[in-house]
């Protein structure tokens, strides 16, 4: 009896220093005044944090960009548009089931950056890849990637390594997503390939296939 009345006021106590502890259950990117971001956290009033300034529920804004924010939420980096919100909840239920189609291909809408795009899932690709013409019409500006060569199926071409904001299908919002862009467009279409699908869970059941965020 005192083993298990030892362990429920151990747990009591883990538990209450949990929540002492001071974690955000949802962030919501409401403002940008210069450098500073206004937020509401857990649906209290808006505040206003400047950068390096830490909240009592543990966010962190690291940086301010021209219509997004960068925080670190829950121990990790997370980058919000403006009237984006992150939430922790959502965060562990977010998961999309997809569809084979004729060919056995995984094709879904989804989008980058706040732009609408066709995704072709593809478990072979390093890293989200899009063709120069997609990146264009999104905003990218790609050329200040990083550049280098990418091995494509009609040979070797010349590609840039960007990181995107963000990139969404259905539930799942993954921000700061590694992408490379092909110059030259041979790849034809935009690749979901493993930056993305590295942080799901993925489940193949016959012509189905559910993707469940892991973090």
Same mark, same amino acid.
């Given at each position: 009896?005192?083993?298990?009345?030892?362990? &429920?006021?151990?747990?009591?106590?883990?538990?209450?220093?949990?929540?002492?502890?001071?974690?955000?259950?949802?962030?919501?990117?409401?403002?940008?005044?210069?450098?500073?971001?206004?937020?509401?956290?857990?649906?209290?009033?808006?505040?206003?944090?400047?950068?390096? /300034?830490? +909240?009592? %529920?543990?966010?962190?804004?690291?940086?301010? /960009? !021209?219509?997004?924010?960068?925080?670190?939420?829950?121990?990790? !980096?997370?980058?919000?548009?403006?009237?984006?919100?992150?939430? #922790?909840?959502?965060?562990? =239920?977010?998961?999309?089931?997809?569809?084979?189609?004729?060919? $056995?291909?995984?094709?879904?809408?989804?989008?980058?950056?706040? $732009?609408?795009? =066709?995704?072709?899932?593809?478990?072979?690709? @390093?890293?989200? #890849?899009?063709?120069?013409? %997609?990146? !264009?019409?999104?905003?990218?500006?790609?050329?200040?990637?990083?550049?280098? &060569?990418? /091995?494509?199926?009609?040979?070797?071409? +010349?590609?840039?390594?960007?990181?995107?904001? @963000?990139?969404?299908?259905?539930?799942? #919002?993954?921000?700061?997503?590694?992408?490379?862009?092909?110059?030259?467009?041979?790849?034809?279409? +935009?690749?979901? $390939?493993?930056?993305?699908?590295?942080?799901?869970?993925?489940?193949?059941?016959?012509? @189905?296939?559910?993707?469940? =965020?892991?973090?």
């Amino acid at each position: 009896m005192n083993c298990v009345k030892n362990t &429920s006021l151990a747990l009591a106590a883990a538990l209450a220093l949990f929540a002492s502890a001071g974690y955000a259950a949802e962030v919501t990117l409401v403002g940008l005044i210069g450098s500073r971001a206004i937020v509401v956290i857990d649906g209290a009033a808006p505040r206003t944090l400047a950068p390096g /300034q830490k +909240t009592a %529920e543990g966010v962190l804004l690291l940086e301010t /960009q !021209k219509d997004s924010a960068s925080f670190e939420i829950d121990g990790r !980096k997370r980058t919000l548009r403006m009237g984006q919100a992150y939430s #922790a909840a959502a965060s562990a =239920r977010q998961s999309v089931t997809l569809n084979a189609d004729a060919r $056995g291909h995984f094709i879904t809408m989804g989008t980058i950056n706040g $732009g609408s795009v =066709r995704f072709l899932v593809d478990t072979g690709a @390093s890293f989200v #890849a899009l063709p120069a013409a %997609e990146a !264009k019409r999104l905003g990218i500006d790609y050329l200040r990637g990083e550049r280098g &060569s990418m /091995q494509t199926a009609n040979g070797v071409a +010349t590609a840039y390594r960007v990181r995107l904001d @963000s990139v969404r299908i259905g539930d799942i #919002a993954l921000n700061n997503v590694d992408a490379v862009v092909s110059e030259n467009d041979t790849i034809g279409v +935009t690749l979901l $390939g493993m930056s993305f699908l590295n942080r799901m869970e993925m489940k193949r059941d016959g012509q @189905s296939m559910t993707l469940t =965020r892991r973090y």
